[in-house]
C-alpha cells in the first residue's frame, strides 16, 4: 500500500490555482489514470479550460462551485463530479476563510480501464 496527502505534496500554478501532479511521486508508473491535488485559494477559482481527458473529482474540503455550460453545481467534501472530455468548467472557492481541495483523476477516452484484479 502507498499513501499519498494533499497537504505534503509539491504544488504548481495551472488553471490560475495550485495543483500538484501525482508524477512527483516515485513508482507510479502503470497505472490507467493520471492524477493530481487541486488547492483553489478562499475566495479564488480555476480559469475556465476544457481538456482531452475525462476528469473524475471528489471534493475532500472545502465548499464551492462547478460551472460548465450546461449546469452550476455547488460542492461540498463527497461530492463526487465526472466531466466528459473537453467539457469546459470553472470551480470556484465560495469560503472567504477555506481552501477548496479536490482529487481530480483524468484520462483518455478510450484507454484501457482495468482496475485491480479481484
Do not use: K
Amino acid at each position: 500500500m502507498r499513501t499519498f496527502t494533499s497537504h505534503d505534496a509539491a504544488l504548481t500554478n495551472e488553471y490560475g490555482i495550485q495543483v500538484g501532479r501525482w508524477s512527483q511521486y516515485e513508482n507510479l508508473s502503470g497505472l490507467p489514470f493520471d492524477a493530481m491535488w487541486c488547492v483553489i485559494e478562499p475566495g479564488g477559482s480555476t480559469t475556465e479550460h476544457g481538456h482531452p481527458e475525462v476528469e473524475y473529482m471528489v471534493v475532500l474540503s472545502g465548499s464551492g462551485r462547478l460551472t460548465t455550460p450546461n449546469a452550476v453545481t455547488e460542492v461540498e467534501p463527497g461530492t463526487v463530479l465526472l466531466l466528459d472530455s473537453d467539457e469546459t468548467h470553472v470551480i470556484d472557492n465560495l469560503s472567504d476563510s477555506e481552501r477548496l481541495v479536490l482529487l481530480s483523476t483524468y484520462w483518455l477516452p478510450g484507454a484501457s480501464q482495468e482496475g485491480p484484479s479481484a
